[in-house]
């Protein structure tokens, strides 16, 4: 597919940094299930992710506390969020990617796609997958961009069917179709769709803020349950991509506990800090890898 200029990043809007505040202590036993973004084609198990993220970066401190209702959930124990101090998000652009990914000793490929629509203070952003002869999955988040970024309202996830999660501030919470509990909303919580832009717009809002070694969390919503994410911020490294050579600035999250995922993902300055790649990899070795292969006008 024909490739264009590089989408210009918005001038960052710097905000005056919060507090230094301490992070919650984590919980004595984690009780949400394993985050999970299953953006894979239907030969992949449900189960299989596409972000990451990590905790304590330069600044980081508990979330405002939602909304209070007396319907309201408690607010996460242990959760704790990386606060927006700029926030520079790209003009919409379609990203194309190359899949790769072995599965119980068997190679497949597949195509993916990155949809990102603004316009004025709303946004829409969608991720879909597909194989030839095996079908298609994707997830949408669609929402508001403010000062701090992305404020989701709604999260999809569809293959043969599809599963939702509703944003609902107002409430303190965020209800889910799957009919599984309810989840505390908190300031700043993102989803599985919106994350990967968010945490773009953090690096190219303040590159300086996130120094090698630093850490980012971001509470993640997925269609049926919702925690912290926490990604490290590791060394550049230049890439050769089925688009390109590109110098980028990788991000990962190690596994968090028996049978979890490796993420890895890597972001390019040069694109406005758009996702160029990410890798996920299994405890048993199984891994999806999608690399960049063109940047085209919406």
Avoid: C
């Avoid at 198990?45 to 979330?63: L, N």
């Avoid at 999955?137 to 599809?162: H, I, W």
């Avoid at 609902?168 to 909303?185: C, D, H, L, V, Y």
């Avoid at 300031?187 to 070694?213: I, Y």
């Amino acid at each position: 597919a024909p490739t264009v200029a590089p989408p210009v990043a918005k001038p960052a809007v710097r905000k005056k940094p919060p507090a230094r505040a301490s992070e919650a202590p984590p919980p004595a036993a984690e009780t949400l299930a394993p985050s999970v973004a299953e953006v894979a084609p239907p030969t992949v198990p449900e189960g299989t992710e596409t972000a990451a993220q990590s905790a304590a970066a330069p600044v980081a401190q508990t979330p405002e506390p939602p909304t209070s209702t007396a319907s309201a959930p408690a607010a996460p124990t242990g959760s704790v969020h990386t606060p927006v101090t700029a926030m520079s998000l790209p003009p919409s652009t379609q990203l194309a990617y190359t899949m790769t990914g072995n599965a119980k000793g068997l190679t497949y490929h597949a195509n993916a796609t990155l949809a990102w629509n603004t316009s004025g203070d709303q946004y829409d952003a969608r991720m879909t997958v597909s194989a030839l002869f095996l079908g298609s999955r994707s997830m949408a988040s669609t929402g508001q961009v403010g000062a701090d970024g992305l404020a989701p309202t709604r999260f999809s996830d569809k293959s043969r069917t599809e599963v939702a999660a509703h944003f609902e501030p107002e409430k303190g919470q965020i209800t889910f179709s799957a009919n599984t509990p309810s989840m505390p909303w908190t300031q700043g919580a993102q989803d599985r769709v919106s994350v990967f832009m968010q945490l773009g717009g953090m690096l190219a809002g303040d590159p300086a803020a996130f120094p090698q070694g630093s850490t980012i969390s971001v509470y993640t919503v997925g269609p049926r349950d919702a925690e912290t994410w926490k990604f490290a911020v590791e060394a550049t490294e230049t890439l050769q991509l089925p688009y390109g050579e590109l110098s980028t600035l990788k991000l990962s999250r190690q596994p968090r506990r028996e049978f979890d995922q490796k993420v890895e993902i890597w972001y390019a300055p040069s694109l406005g800090y758009l996702p160029v790649r990410n890798r996920i990899t299994q405890a048993n070795g199984d891994f999806i890898d999608q690399q960049l292969r063109s940047v085209t006008a919406p």
